[in-house]
């Protein structure tokens, strides 16, 4: 019975076995199901595509600045007194030589009077002693005057001829004075407000007051610190090439205005390897405002043809740089990129991509290269061509 049982049991492993190795050899052959789930492929993946951008564009730089006054002036008497009168409202405009302050004159008007008389007095002594020297020279002619006499006459005529002078630069002293009484102002532009009013006494010296300041308003400046890559590229050349400038300020979104750059420094700061640049602008209008943010953006070189793409399908790989290229059988291609300048809200893309190429924009994470894709055209992002202001 036991050698049965034995028999029974390896009979029905081998049954198993046999079992077990056809279903394998079935499934290796290939049934219905696996061979429907070896057709299926997954779906190609919808991606936003768009051609690279190839005009011709010149090169440039981005900067922050700030916009200052070309003449900044604090007005301060130049004569003491009580003020009497203020002619201008705050904030205003004026043109230079308008009448700002007026501090009392009739102390300054006394004393012109007062040296006037003293230059008529000093005319009418140097005309006396003219003459009475002119009667000495004849008299000593004749010898009928002693030589100490007529030594006496002649010093007198250069005495009465000096006191003329002093007199003439006193009163020419005396009438600066009385014009200071007026204070009118030395440029053009925009005042501020009174800082001393009517009835205040004011005194002059190193402690004058601030009466009020006034800055000039158009053309203006925009001054800010340039690289020293950028310096050697745009500016380091003969002075008698005009550098094209562009600022956009802070409620701008492109570069509304174009000036020149009007000066650079005379040093570079090493210890942030920049240099003070300033630029030259129109104001016209009167928006641009000493102090207000600006955007600055320097142009230089002649224009030159380059591919341009939207930053955002840029992607890194350690320290390699790519694009997502999808070729004409729409299938997505790695594609290494070297990258150049900003221009335009764009990328320039110094190599790796050619114009008419075309690459994904959107959804590149759910692709790999090698991936077929359903490509939706779009326009390039970030692309301003049509924004007025810089090129």
Known sequence: MAFNRKRVISSAIAVAVIAGAGALYYARAGSPVTEAAAAAKPPAADVDVATVISRSITDYQEYSGRIEAIDYVDIRPQVSG???????????MVKKGDLLFTIDPRPYQAEVDRTAAQLASAESRSGYAAADWER???LLTDNAIAK???DEAQNANRE???AVKAAKAALEAAQINLGYTAITAPVSGRVSRAELTVGNVVSTGANAPVLTTLVSMSPIYASFDVDEHTYLRFLGHD?????????GLANEMGYSRQGVIDSVDNRLDTSSGTIRVRARFDNADGVLVPGLYARVRVGGGAPHPAVLVSDVAVQTDQDKKFVLLVNKESKVEY???TLGDQNRGLRVIAGGLQPGDRIVVNGMQRVRPGDPVKPDVVKMPGDTASTTGAP
Do not use: C, H, L, M
């Open 160 to 162: 009465a001829v000096a």
């Open 82 to 92: 009580t003020i009497v009168a203020v002619n201008f409202r705050d904030g205003a």
């Open 239 to 247: 002075s008698k090439e005009t550098v094209p400038v562009w600022i």
């Open 148 to 150: 100490r006499d007529y």
């Open 136 to 138: 000495a020279q004849r």
């Open 335 to 337: 594609r290494e990129v």
